[in-house]
């Protein structure tokens, strides 16, 4: 790092350092002063007479439809497509675009001579500086990118102490040896904008055939995680119960009692086709059977043989992104967004944690020391309650450099998440909670294993040439080890199960003794379906992608990545939820008719790929080689234009009346003619009186103002001939509104669809609406105007076009009945003054039917009101919030499975 001038007493040029991050910068900033000097600080930059020093904060471009292809939103037809453009225009993201600006300004500064990327160790790194230096280079008159000009190096760093930044400068990086991650970078991302644009522009305008704008989106990860979503509910929905019995039986022994399970010991797990996942030793399906077992073995004598072990469990890694909301969202109910949110708080604002957008469980092996100081932080602190636990640490050496921990070669573009030796102060309740989580599992992560005395009893009841085997495990806590530092939650999990459980306490039996069965009987049970998913086994499942892909070599590729990254999953999930694709019902994520659809759209129109995280393992498997530089940047984007022309051309050449699908009966007859109706992909069409024929010509449309009806909404409407207030329809001018719909014969007699808005003229056609009249409920959350009842709903007097201000500037509205529970304009004016309602008690759930108790909250962070539960007895976590979904539906039980 020579500051030396040149040969002709000229300053020497500066070296531009771009970090990704703020706090990287200043890291850098802190390593590099004892060399290089001191430096000055600017607002967006730091300067010596060596070195500028200045970040990003993430991404600050994005690739931009070049303007020939930039047709509007609600404009999308198949004479547009396919869009794939001679190049990628950029454009600013709008809220960095400051900081882009300062950034491209030091970047075409005269005594800057060389630009040093010091964006994380990654591909997503090296996409943010490549986008970034593009930015500054320009355009030529026809708009293609310019050069900037000036040389590039890499600085690579795996590890943040100061020693690694000066060492890292030492051996910085050409840029021809990162050419190749370079170009897999921005294939990538190249990639991904392809099939997304064209994706959802081809679906979009498929399904808008018929009128109206119907956006349908697709990408490279949203579209497969909806899938898996999609196939469980299927899964579901195709499950039937089947009956099977336990037998359970008492011993008595001179000790005591214990109980056991009767299991067979000759059963082995069918595999292949023959493989029954409901099959299990313990089961028996024929009631009979059991009440055998249970009359031949009560009151019968019995000889034990049992088999103890000693075995060891490790504490859990530290904490990537995707484990931490998995644990969060189990233990709190955290959404991903809400734990990436209050990680992202913790790391920005507080500085207690370490970067948080990590797919990392190690540590660098030089961060011994930051660790050891991190724990004497924690020891030192009076008022922490783990304080004990990090001083045990400490005073026992358990820090020491284990590769379980400590490994380079795992640790990514970042490192696990860790506190810092910053002491928090002012935490909000939801932020302390996640910092207890990361700061338990960092210090009980070095602790020694715990040990347990692992006993399997077998009790044999020998009668009539026949011996039935029971089965009875125990778990003994001998060192609690890590559990310690987890204190009653550990010791719940080993000393509070029930009986029959693994982790009960067994009393002894002496060697030869024999026992008596005192008591045995059957237990009728029937086996369930799959659990819905929720954000945390949806996340596990976007982790784990890679399992599902046959292919050894996809699978291979995606090992460490699938389906998105721990930075993107929690907003993949939360872009589903705001595309009406999946709906949150408590913790559960049900998937909407809207995705049934677009599932039955895909394999219709045969680009499964679309839904497949096979195109995800196909495109890694192809990045690594480019990375290797074994194939060439320009042969992958000749495939993957290939694929986005296919997906249009099976698209848009699809000419059949309707797409294959499996679809549905309905119960309820026409109600023109008392014929069948039977759904197809865009309609649900009467089949005359026999269900084979053309009927009487009535039909209703699948999405009337864009909006995917339910199967119980159609039985609903074609019962009672009404139904609503809906939400999430869009007008022609792109305002989403609410509305009843109804069924009713017009003129000509022909039954017709109509949206009814009442009697109060909702402003849903772009006409003002004069509120001068209305009484104010309270201040709108959202910009502190008068909130009114307007029609089926509370509105911000400035959500609806008036006289005075034909265009709505706030859209702020909720109904006035929400699961078919009217909400008062009482409670709204609570709700408006002090942030919720009272309990209410007569909500419906939409997909139970059942009816349960909640208030009604405003979230400032979600910008909506929401519902607040109360906590479940012996829940750990405060009360729980799932948005309120302001639709009057009235109930109705499904009868027919649906796809």
């Given at each position: 790092?020579?500051?030396?001038?040149?040969a002709t007493g000229q300053p020497a040029p500066k070296t531009l350092v771009i970090a990704e991050k703020?706090?990287?910068?200043?890291?850098?900033?802190?390593?590099?002063?004892?060399?290089?000097?001191?430096?000055?600080?600017?607002?967006?930059?730091?300067?010596?007479?060596?070195?500028?020093?200045?970040?990003?904060?993430?991404?600050?471009?994005?690739?931009?439809?070049?303007?020939?292809?930039?047709?509007?939103?609600?404009?999308?037809?198949?004479?547009?497509?396919?869009?794939?453009?001679?190049?990628?225009?950029?454009?600013?993201?709008?809220?960095?675009?400051?900081?882009?600006?300062?950034?491209?300004?030091?970047?075409?500064?005269?005594?800057?001579?060389?630009?040093?990327?010091?964006?994380?160790?990654?591909?997503?790194?090296?996409?943010?500086?490549?986008?970034?230096?593009?930015?500054?280079?320009?355009?030529?008159?026809?708009?293609?990118?310019?050069?900037?000009?000036?040389?590039?190096?890499?600085?690579?760093?795996?590890?943040?102490?100061?020693?690694?930044?000066?060492?890292?400068?030492?051996?910085?990086?050409?840029?021809?040896?990162?050419?190749?991650?370079?170009?897999?970078?921005?294939?990538?991302?190249?990639?991904?904008?392809?099939?997304?644009?064209?994706?959802?522009?081809?679906?979009?305008?498929?399904?808008?055939?018929?009128?109206?704008?119907?956006?349908?989106?697709?990408?490279?990860?949203?579209?497969?995680?909806?899938?898996?979503?999609?196939?469980r509910e299927e899964q579901i929905r195709a499950f039937r119960p089947r009956d099977y019995w336990e037998?359970?039986?008492?011993?008595?022994?001179?000790?005591?009692?214990?109980?056991?399970?009767?299991?067979?010991?000759?059963?082995?797990?069918?595999?292949?086709?023959?493989?029954?996942?409901?099959?299990?030793?313990?089961?028996?399906?024929?009631?009979?059977?059991?009440?055998?077992?249970?009359?031949?073995?009560?009151?019968?004598?019995?000889?034990?043989?049992?088999?103890?072990?000693?075995?060891?469990?490790?504490?859990?890694?530290?904490?990537?992104?995707?484990?931490?909301?998995?644990?969060?969202?189990?233990?709190?109910?955290?959404?991903?967004?809400?734990?990436?949110?209050?990680?992202?708080?913790?790391?920005?604002?507080?500085?207690?944690?370490?970067?948080?957008?990590?797919?990392?469980?190690?540590?660098?092996?030089?961060?011994?020391?930051?660790?050891?100081?991190?724990?004497?932080?924690?020891?030192?602190?009076?008022?922490?309650?783990?304080?004990?636990?990090?001083?045990?640490?400490?005073?026992?050496?358990?820090?020491?450099?284990?590769?379980?921990?400590?490994?380079?070669?795992?640790?990514?573009?970042?490192?696990?998440?860790?506190?810092?030796?910053?002491?928090?102060?002012?935490?909000?309740?939801?932020?302390?909670?996640?910092?207890?989580?990361?700061?338990?599992?960092?210090?009980?992560?070095?602790?020694?294993?715990?040990?347990?005395?692992?006993?399997?009893?077998?009790?044999?009841?020998?009668?009539?040439?026949?011996?039935?085997?029971?089965?009875?495990?125990?778990?003994?806590?001998?060192?609690?080890?890590?559990?310690?530092?987890?204190?009653?939650?550990?010791?719940?999990?080993?000393?509070?199960?029930?009986?029959?459980?693994?982790?009960?306490?067994?009393?002894?039996?002496?060697?030869?003794?024999?026992?008596?069965?005192?008591?045995?009987?059957?237990?009728?049970?029937?086996?369930?379906?799959?659990?819905?998913?929720?954000?945390?086994?949806?996340?596990?499942?976007?982790?784990?992608?890679?399992?599902?892909?046959?292919?050894?070599?996809?699978?291979?590729?995606?090992?460490?990545?699938?389906?998105?990254?721990?930075?993107?999953?929690?907003?993949?999930?939360?872009?589903?939820?705001?595309?009406?694709?999946?709906?949150?019902?408590?913790?559960?994520?049900?998937?909407?008719?809207?995705?049934?659809?677009?599932?039955?759209?895909?394999?219709?129109?045969?680009?499964?790929?679309?839904?497949?995280?096979?195109?995800?393992?196909?495109?890694?498997?192809?990045?690594?080689?480019?990375?290797?530089?074994?194939?060439?940047?320009?042969?992958?984007?000749?495939?993957?234009?290939?694929?986005?022309?296919?997906?249009?051309?099976?698209?848009?050449?699809?000419?059949?009346?309707?797409?294959?699908?499996?679809?549905?009966?309905?119960?309820?007859?026409?109600?023109?003619?008392?014929?069948?109706?039977?759904?197809?992909?865009?309609?649900?069409?009467?089949?005359?009186?026999?269900?084979?024929?053309?009927?009487?010509?009535?039909?209703?449309?699948?999405?009337?103002?864009?909006?995917?009806?339910?199967?119980?909404?159609?039985?609903?409407?074609?019962?009672?001939?009404?139904?609503?207030?809906?939400?999430?329809?869009?007008?022609?001018?792109?305002?989403?509104?609410?509305?009843?719909?109804?069924?009713?014969?017009?003129?000509?007699?022909?039954?017709?669809?109509?949206?009814?808005?009442?009697?109060?003229?909702?402003?849903?056609?772009?006409?003002?609406?004069?509120?001068?009249?209305?009484?104010?409920?309270?201040?709108?959350?959202?910009?502190?105007?008068?909130?009114?009842?307007?029609g089926s709903h509370y509105v911000c007097s400035r959500a609806v076009p008036t006289p005075q201000q034909?265009?709505?500037?706030?859209?702020?509205?909720?109904?006035?009945?929400?699961?078919?529970?009217?909400?008062?304009?009482?409670?709204?004016?609570?709700?408006?003054?002090?942030?919720?309602?009272?309990?209410?008690?007569?909500?419906?759930?939409?997909?139970?039917?059942?009816?349960?108790?909640?208030?009604?909250?405003?979230?400032?962070?979600?910008?909506?009101?929401?519902?607040?539960?109360?906590?479940?007895?012996?829940?750990?976590?405060?009360?729980?919030?799932?948005?309120?979904?302001?639709?009057?539906?009235?109930?109705?039980?499904?009868?027919?499975?649906?796809?």
């Open positions: 790092m020579n500051t030396a001038g040149s703020p706090s990287v910068a200043l890291d850098i900033v802190r390593a590099l002063t004892p060399v290089s000097g001191k430096f000055d600080k600017h607002d967006e930059y730091y300067e010596n007479e060596r070195y500028i020093v200045t970040s990003a904060v993430g991404h600050l471009v994005e690739i931009a439809a070049p303007e020939a292809y930039d047709v509007k939103r609600g404009k999308w037809s198949f004479a547009h497509l396919p869009v794939i453009p001679p190049h990628f225009e950029l454009k600013p993201i709008d809220k960095t675009k400051a900081r882009l600006n300062a950034i491209v300004k030091l970047a075409r500064r005269k005594d800057v001579g060389t630009l040093v990327n010091a964006c994380d160790a990654g591909r997503e790194g090296e996409l943010i500086f490549r986008l970034i230096e593009q930015y500054a280079g320009g355009t030529d008159k026809a708009g293609h990118p310019k050069p900037l000009g000036k040389p590039v190096q890499r600085l690579w760093l795996q590890s943040m102490t100061p020693q690694a930044i000066r060492e890292g400068f030492e051996q910085l990086r050409s840029d021809e040896q990162m050419r190749p991650l370079a170009d897999a970078a921005r294939s990538r991302s190249e990639a991904d904008w392809l099939v997304g644009i064209n994706g959802t522009r081809a679906m979009t305008a498929f399904n808008s055939r018929d009128g109206g704008f119907f956006l349908t989106t697709v990408g490279r990860v949203q579209t497969p995680t909806l899938a898996i979503v999609v196939e037998v359970h039986a008492t011993f008595a022994a001179q000790a005591g009692t214990y109980p056991g399970r009767w299991f067979d010991p000759a059963f082995r797990k069918p595999q292949g086709d023959a493989a029954d996942p409901e099959r299990k030793p313990e089961r028996l399906w024929s009631e009979a059977e059991a009440r055998a077992i249970v009359e031949a073995v009560r009151g019968q004598p019995a000889r034990v043989r049992e088999e103890s072990n000693p075995t060891t469990q490790a504490c859990g890694l530290l904490y990537d992104l995707t484990s931490l909301q998995r644990e969060a969202n189990g233990r709190f109910g955290f959404s991903a967004k809400t734990t990436l949110a209050l990680a992202q708080s913790l790391y920005e604002k507080h500085k207690v944690l370490t970067y948080p957008r990590t797919d990392s469980r190690a540590l660098p092996e030089d961060y011994l020391g930051t660790v050891r100081q991190t724990l004497q932080v924690l020891a030192d602190s009076p008022l922490h309650h783990l304080a004990p636990h990090a001083r045990v640490a400490l005073e026992q050496s358990y820090v020491r450099p284990t590769k379980r921990v400590f490994d380079n070669a795992k640790v990514s573009d970042h490192f696990a998440i860790i506190p810092t030796p910053q002491v928090p102060h002012g935490l909000s309740e939801a932020e302390q909670k996640l910092y207890d989580l990361v700061v338990r599992r960092f210090i009980a992560v070095f602790y020694p294993p715990a040990e347990f005395w692992v006993t399997t009893r077998i009790t044999e009841v020998p009668v009539a040439g026949a011996t039935h085997h029971f089965k009875t495990e125990g778990k003994v806590l001998v060192k609690p080890g890590w559990m310690a530092v987890y204190g009653k939650e550990a010791a719940e999990d080993v000393d509070g199960a029930r009986p029959g459980d693994k982790g009960q306490s067994l009393v002894p039996v002496q060697p030869d003794e024999r026992v008596l069965t005192q008591d045995a009987r059957a237990e009728g049970k029937q086996t369930r379906p799959p659990a819905r998913y929720n954000e945390a086994t949806l996340l596990a499942a976007m982790e784990g992608a890679g399992k599902m892909v046959e292919d050894e070599e996809l699978r291979s590729a995606m090992a460490d990545k699938g389906l998105g990254t721990p930075a993107t999953r929690a907003a993949i999930i939360e872009g589903l939820i705001g595309e009406k694709y999946l709906v949150r019902e408590g913790r559960e994520l049900i998937p909407t008719a809207k995705a049934f659809q677009l599932m039955t759209l895909l394999r219709g129109l045969g680009v499964e790929e679309l839904s497949r995280p096979e195109l995800t393992g196909e495109w890694e498997h192809k990045l690594s080689l480019m990375e290797r530089g074994q194939l060439s940047r320009e042969a992958f984007m000749r495939d993957i234009a290939a694929m986005t022309e296919r997906i249009v051309r099976k698209a848009k050449e699809y000419d059949r009346d309707t797409v294959p699908g499996d679809y549905a009966t309905l119960h309820t007859p026409c109600p023109q003619c008392g014929g069948v109706v039977k759904e197809n992909y865009r309609r649900y069409a009467c089949t005359g009186p026999h269900g084979a024929g053309p009927g009487c010509g009535f039909s209703l449309p699948k999405a009337p103002g864009g909006r995917v009806f339910e199967l119980e909404e159609v039985e609903t409407l074609l019962r009672t001939h009404r139904i609503g207030p809906l939400e999430g329809f869009r007008s022609k001018a792109g305002w989403p509104f609410s509305a009843e719909l109804t069924v009713a014969p017009d003129a000509d007699g022909q039954w017709k669809l109509e949206f009814d808005f009442g009697d109060d003229d909702q402003g849903d056609d772009g006409a003002p609406v004069d509120l001068s009249d209305r009484a104010s409920l309270g201040p709108c959350p959202k910009c502190g105007s008068p909130v009114v009842e307007h034909p265009t709505p500037t706030c859209d702020f509205k909720s109904a006035t009945t929400i699961l078919q529970q009217p909400i008062a304009p009482e409670q709204m004016a609570k709700l408006l003054a002090s942030g919720k309602t009272d309990w209410l008690e007569g909500f419906v759930s939409n997909r139970t039917r059942r009816p349960f108790k909640a208030q009604l909250v405003w979230d400032a962070e979600a910008g909506k009101v929401n519902f607040a539960f109360e906590p479940r007895e012996g829940a750990r976590a405060g009360a729980r919030r799932t948005p309120a979904r302001a639709s009057a539906r009235p109930a109705t039980r499904r009868t027919t499975p649906k796809r």
